[in-house]
């Protein structure tokens, strides 16, 4: 079972998507599809054969958790700009597999205790278990990134930061954890569109907040933050992974095609049975 | 909308699988299908329909937690014997809304740590935050079931639980939490056939654990120990349901429209916009 053959992909995703050296995020379109030829009905279409995939995948890294000491987990970071789509990520990617396999941690603006300790105190406490898929909702990443942009921490507690990032997902990776980085790249424009779509329908107003238009105002430096992020971040062990976001089926297909990539290569195979199989028929069948 | 409207139940569900007083567990047959027809077509049909509705109400819940302070949300409570269905309800039923929406709490035997506190210590830490649906695959119930049938703490101890659980959920439905317990309830026989299939399918042994067939051995003893819990637990605000549960395809739909008429009594509405419509679409469109 591979997770391309199944796929209008033309590459691997993890290569395609890749922030490596030399990355420029004002280079990347948001509109662009790379990897995929781009149409939504193909892309729909492989998102629906990807979700069985996936689903298979879950159970086995799940299962083999339960009866053996395999360390193996994934733990899926999702940063975006607001309204870049990471919700439709959780809700249509990952809430396609069986919920009892998948931890999510939505990491909103500091709790005066968490303040009080050092940024990844909150973080290590929401990292998955063996044979978990974790997400994170935004993430350790956000002190590097609102931390910088609003000056929240002094210039030389942001530089600090990134060298603990780093050495806490290589300890991440020692400890049997397939980390996946993915920022979802919109444009200025398309995030216009989605914020006005929400002050349109009532039933969107809830997800409307007046300070994001602040934000807004903050692009370049936030986009300027992103690029410090990947040439400081993008690691070795702890790749960081960009996803054109203006389509929303692309995205979702896109960090789908991630997730299955990686699993692929963990390929967790079903747990041999740790007792006599024919002793236990024998027992339960005179009960 | 209505959650009765949409589906073949003849009566409130919150009602026919209520554990009322003079309840007896013997009495209920596993494979029958109390308030409804019967039909498996009909009931998947009502399934699938129950889903949208499902999805609705949850947003709403959502939704009108993150921008008022309704201190509403749901916990449902899964109890049963092993294999009767608490992964399916969670995959089919609750995996169905929105995961960011839902806390799975899964209760296995308690650690050394949490042996040191009172049996209620771990509980108190995953109860649903206003506008979740919780579920506790497993529960503080544990603790009056296996506790009682393997006499893991002293009669007295046991005696004591059941006013602490009473006093507990009370607590939670004054701070605003809907609960909801369900046990499921399968036959005995029917209990060997699932365990046996999990020994005729290696996809299926990680579920198996020889020490199931030594607790089947105790059948009559947990039937005890259930029967005591509801005459003990099932109180005013906080009842028990008992959901027959040969047929997988009814104890899915059971508990979702026990979920469906708790929602509908909350009957959450899309909250207001806490900002001037207008002035934020003029704010925005310029930017």
Do not use: C
């Not at 979702?252 to 967790?268: F, K, N, S």
């Amino acid at each position: 079972m591979t997770a391309k053959s199944q796929h209008h992909w033309g590459a691997d995703a993890l290569d395609v998507l890749r922030a490596g050296p030399g990355f420029v995020l004002s280079d990347l379109d948001p509109s662009s599809t790379p990897g995929h030829p781009g149409s939504k009905s193909r892309g729909q279409d492989d998102l629906a054969s990807g979700l069985a995939q996936l689903d298979q995948y879950q159970e086995r890294l799940f299962a083999r958790s339960r009866t053996t000491d395999a360390p193996d987990r994934v733990l899926l970071v999702l940063q975006a700009m607001d309204s870049a789509g990471k919700g439709g990520i959780v809700r249509h990617v990952v809430g396609a597999v069986d919920p009892q396999g998948v931890s999510i941690a939505s990491f909103k603006k500091p709790t005066p205790e968490e303040l009080a300790h050092d940024f990844l105190w909150r973080i290590e406490k929401r990292v998955p278990a063996p044979g978990m898929i974790g997400v994170f909702d935004r993430s350790h990443y956000e002190d590097v990134l609102v931390g910088r942009v609003r000056s929240l921490a002094p210039a030389d507690e942001i530089e600090r930061r990134y060298g603990a990032i780093n050495d806490f997902e290589a300890r991440l990776v020692d400890s049997g954890t397939r980390v996946i980085k993915v920022m979802l790249h919109i444009s200025y424009d398309e995030q216009r569109d989605r914020l006005m779509e929400r002050l349109e329908r009532p039933d969107k107003y809830w997800k409307y907040n007046p300070g994001d238009v602040d934000e807004r105002a903050l692009w370049p430096q936030y986009m300027d933050a992103y690029q410090t992020v990947f040439e400081r971040t993008s690691t070795e062990v702890a790749p960081w992974y960009v996803v054109p976001a203006d389509r929303k089926w692309y995205a979702r297909l896109a960090v789908q095609t991630l997730l299955l990539e990686t699993l692929e290569r963990i390929d967790p195979q079903w747990p041999a049975a740790d007792f006599d199989v024919e002793a236990e028929q024998k027992r339960l069948a005179v009960t």
